[in-house]
């Protein structure tokens, strides 16, 4: 079984920063890689497919990049709607897919 | 708009059974393979099991097997979970989702692209 781990579990943040947020496969997925966002009592909710491709009606300030096992959502300019907690997805093993454990964004 | 309503939540006691529904409106339902995700309370997600578009395949997370059985009925629009012998750690919230194909320059990639609010299954005495 691929396994996801993000880093780091939880951080703080100030609106206007900028947010790293890392996920690691166990083994090499190409590019096969998906991030959510989640707000408290909510679905998630798709931001990034392929690794790097953005949904649809997704702010440009999400991105995301990485290939093989290392992979990275970077949100420029952190708004006040965006503190949520951040899945990483993997689907390689498609139509078995695993989550990462989630990184949670905290207001400083 | 694409929608996602799930129902059939409730209390249950171990061993017991339930079966969650979900229904989908503002998309073509038989042209999309179907996945129930979970969330055990203050947790991460976790993907459950999936079905194809004519529910001939269908797949779950070890930990569920023999247990729970999804299935689909096209017909009504409709996804179900069958829940059997249920246990305490299978307490969470309940989410169908889409799963969306992308064709795109770098290749062929699968996302869930929509999701539904949610159910609340707790298993306890």
């Known amino acids: ?108 | 708009e694409v929608q996602l309503v799930e129902s059939g939540g409730g209390l249950v006691q171990p061993g017991g059974s339930l079966r969650l529904s979900c229904v989908g409106s503002g998309f073509t339902f038989s042209n999309h393979w179907m996945s129930w995700v979970r969330q055990a309370p203050r947790k991460g997600l976790e993907w459950v099991a999936n079905i194809k578009q004519d529910g001939s395949d269908k797949y779950y997370v070890d930990s569920v097997k023999g247990r729970l059985t999804i299935s689909r009925d096209n017909a009504k629009n409709s996804l179900y979970l069958e829940m059997r012998s249920l246990r305490g750690e299978d307490t969470a919230v309940y989410y169908c989702a889409r799963e969306r194909d992308y064709n795109d320059t770098r290749g062929y990639f699968e996302a869930l692209d929509f999701w539904g609010q949610g159910t609340m299954v707790t298993v306890s005495s």
């Open chain 1, 1 to 108: 079984d691929i396994q996801m781990t993000q880093s780091p579990s939880s951080l703080s943040a100030s609106v206007g920063d900028r947010v790293t947020i890392t996920c690691r496969a166990s083994q090499r997925i190409s590019s096969y890689l998906n991030w959510y966002q989640q707000k408290p009592g909510k679905a998630p909710k798709l931001l990034i497919y392929g690794a790097s491709s953005l949904q649809s009606g997704v702010p440009s300030r999400f991105s995301g990049s990485g290939s093989g096992t290392d992979f990275t959502l970077t949100i420029t300019s952190l708004q006040p709607e965006d503190f949520a907690t951040y899945y990483c997805q993997q689907s390689y093993s498609t139509p078995m897919w695993t989550f990462g454990q989630g990184t949670k964004v905290e207001i400083k």
